[in-house]
Nanobody, 120 residues
Framework: QVQLVESGGGLVQPGGSLRLSCAAS????????VSWYRQTPGKERELLAA???????NYADSVKGRFTISRDNAKNTVYLQMNNLKPEDTAVYYC??????????????WGQGTQVTVSS
């Protein structure tokens, strides 16, 4: 079983920064990919960024240049550094993990989400 716990959300003023953390535990194999998503009421979950265990990253155009995904494999933790936040970044942020074992993939597993509110 895989557990993901997000933290680091909160209230921040426009132009401010936050760093979200996604701590993973359980049966996680060394080959995996973690993604950050966000969701607002009435909208589909939006993929923001992803990182593989080899540190290859990808970003959505909407956050490229403002958000940075990184990971500490020793801590089984993935981070999302968010800079120059805008009111439209307000959402619940989720992390998701898929891991690979042999020829099989497992997941995605989801955390419970953390609220980010950007407001003056």
């Amino acid at each position: 079983q895989v557990q993901l716990v997000e933290s680091g959300g909160g209230l921040v003023q426009p132009g401010g920064s936050l760093r979200l953390s996604c701590a993973a535990s359980g049966s996680i194999f060394s080959i995996n990919a973690v993604s950050w998503y966000r969701q607002t009421p009435g909208k589909e979950r939006e993929l923001l960024a992803a990182i593989t265990s080899g540190h290859t990253t990808n970003y959505a155009d909407s956050v490229k240049g403002r958000f940075t995904i990184s990971r500490d494999n020793a801590k089984n933790t993935v981070y999302l550094q968010m800079n120059n936040l805008k009111p439209e970044d307000t959402a619940v942020y989720y992390c998701s993990l898929i891991y690979y074992s042999g020829s099989s993939s497992h997941g995605p597993y989801w955390g419970q989400g953390t609220q980010v509110t950007v407001s003056s």
